[in-house]
């Protein structure tokens, strides 16, 4: 008897967890049988706007054929590039800015200005000064993707409880351990939520810069596609993007629940 009843409250929780899962689920197939019957019945046209099977089926020419792949695997290519260089800047201006009055000082309003700078005004400058290459590309990921990272961390770092400074100091911690063992720590959780922001810029500014005189990537094909009147395939490409996008967002929020165990709201029940 102990044994059954035991069984009762998982039983319950899975079933709880399955209905809202397809209560989750219910308005997104919803509205796809919505979007299918209005193109069956022409209702919308497909030239405009085409039916989920016409894009499964694109999707699945271009997996079948190889030619997603190796579009895919060269923006994974430029937006890697692009994030590293992005996240280290913008990691090191935070530090520089965050822990000292006269780095604020020195980069913070010249950080600002640039930040409000659109990806489409700095397109021509990029390609007069870097060429046509993959290096405008990847400059304008990294540019776009260090911003998140440098407000975030610097008010992270700012933000740390002085209180906790305040006790930690009078254990005679010099102002580097001060900084590796309480600062940094403290300022993680900003530096991963900045993480977070900065993956989704970078996809976007991805889309921008391989309209700039790219041979390869989703962009590419996007554009690709257009000239050629496929809103079917522009549409695939629009769901890579934002597929990529959430993968990328999973990622952190993984490396969030280790690295941040040791918060409370961490903690299982």
């Known amino acids: 008897m102990r044994a059954a009843t035991a069984k009762k409250p998982g039983r319950s929780s899975r079933a709880a967890a399955l209905t809202a899962g397809l209560r989750r689920c219910a308005v997104p197939l919803a509205l796809l049988a919505l979007w299918q019957t209005s193109v069956g019945l022409s209702w919308i046209s497909t030239r405009s706007i085409p039916s989920p099977t016409q894009i499964l089926l694109a999707f699945w020419e271009l997996t079948a054929s190889g030619e997603l792949a190796v579009?895919?695997?060269?923006?994974?290519?430029?937006?890697?590039?692009?994030?590293?260089?992005?996240?280290?800047?913008?990691t090191v201006c935070a530090l520089v800015a965050g822990l000292s009055k006269r780095g604020e000082d020195a980069l913070d309003a010249l950080l600002q200005m640039l930040r409000t700078l659109p990806h489409l005004a700095l397109v021509p400058l990029f390609i007069l000064w870097f060429g046509i290459g993959e290096a405008p590309k990847i400059a304008l990921v990294a540019l776009g993707s260090a911003f998140p990272i440098y407000l975030n961390l610097f008010a992270g770092i700012r933000t740390v409880d002085a209180k906790v400074v305040e006790a930690v100091s009078t254990l005679g911690l010099t102002r580097r351990e001060l900084i590796a063992l309480v600062i940094l720590p403290g300022a993680l959780p900003s530096f991963l939520t900045g993480l977070r922001y900065a993956l989704g810029v970078a996809w976007l500014s991805l889309v921008v810069g391989e309209q700039i005189n790219a041979s390869s990537g989703i962009?590419?094909?996007?554009?690709?596609?257009?000239?050629?009147?496929?809103?079917?395939?522009?549409?695939?490409?629009?769901?890579?993007?934002?597929?990529?996008?959430?993968?990328?967002?999973?990622?952190?929020?993984?490396?969030?629940?280790?690295?941040?165990?040791?918060?409370?709201?961490?903690?299982?029940?």
């Open 71 to 90: 579009h895919l695997l060269v923006s994974l290519g430029r937006v890697s590039a692009g994030l590293a260089i992005g996240v280290s800047a913008g």
């Open 219 to 269: 962009g590419y094909l996007a554009m690709t596609a257009r000239d050629f009147l496929r809103t079917d395939v522009i549409i695939v490409a629009l769901i890579v993007y934002a597929i990529l996008g959430l993968l990328a967002d999973l990622i952190v929020r993984v490396i969030e629940r280790s690295a941040l165990a040791w918060r409370p709201a961490f903690i299982k029940e």
